[in-house]
């Protein structure tokens, strides 16, 4: 158990829906990092905040946006989804967002399937 | 951001035989981390290079960073059962963007009892 925790585990929806990913950091974490797993794309970073703050943005999606709330969990919204946005959502959380390598504790995932 | 390719992509072996996973980049790393991801769960972190020709070992995975910092290996001895998973190996960003990670496409390792 990496003390991310991530809701819900499994996600099904049909295209042009909008659905929300929710991510817990580790205790005292500050940094929250999304990243999506395909197949095709393998691991791909989307987007990191650092104490509510965007830090910086990957390949993500107009359609996909995110925020970091004062309790520091973090939520990831996917709109207008399409087929090809079915993949395994990812939430890392590290202690620091500058300074430092730090290793990342990610969470269980979420999968979405979009039909 | 700085790209890492791994190779193999698949790697079978039999258990108690070697395995060993390679990461490159056409440019200078700043640092190497490495994750193990088993079927069905999520990457965790096994371990961080960052000096040029460093050595790490955790009991039969040793870690080495390339002396140009321009690649990075895993090796394990003597694989069993319980190796099975895709090794990932990626390269944290540093300055304003610091801690984004790149992920290589990982080795898929099969151990067959």
């Known amino acids: 158990d990496s003390g991310v925790t991530q809701t819900p585990k499994h996600l099904i929806t049909a295209t042009g829906q909008r659905v929300t990913l929710r991510c817990s950091p580790r205790s005292g974490d500050l940094s929250v990092y999304w990243y999506q797993q395909s197949l095709d794309q393998g691991l791909q970073f989307l987007i990191h905040y650092y104490n509510g703050e965007e830090r910086a943005k990957g390949n993500i999606l107009e359609r996909f946006s995110a925020q970091q709330f004062p309790d520091l969990h973090s939520e990831l919204n996917l709109s207008s989804l399409e087929l090809g946005d079915s993949a395994l959502y990812f939430c890392?959380?590290?202690?620091?967002?500058?300074?430092?390598?730090?290793?990342?504790?990610f969470g269980p995932g979420t999968r979405l399937t979009v039909l | 951001g700085q790209q890492v390719m791994q190779i193999p992509q698949y790697q079978h072996v039999q258990e108690g035989e070697d395995f060993t996973t390679y990461c490159n980049s056409s440019?200078?790393?700043?640092?190497i981390q490495w994750y193990k991801q088993r079927p069905g769960g999520h990457p965790v972190f096994l371990i961080q290079?960052?000096?040029?020709?460093e050595v790490k070992k955790q009991k039969r995975l040793t870690f080495q960073f390339g002396e140009a910092k321009k690649n990075s290996s895993l090796h394990i001895t003597a694989t069993q059962t319980t190796d099975v998973g895709t090794y990932f190996c990626a390269q944290a960003d540093r300055g304003s963007t610091l801690g984004r990670l790149y992920f290589g496409r990982g080795t898929q390792l099969t151990v067959w009892p």
């Open positions: 890392a959380s590290s202690v620091a967002g500058r300074g430092a390598y730090n290793e990342q504790f």
């Open positions: 440019t200078t790393l700043s640092n």
């Open positions: 290079l960052v000096k040029s020709g």
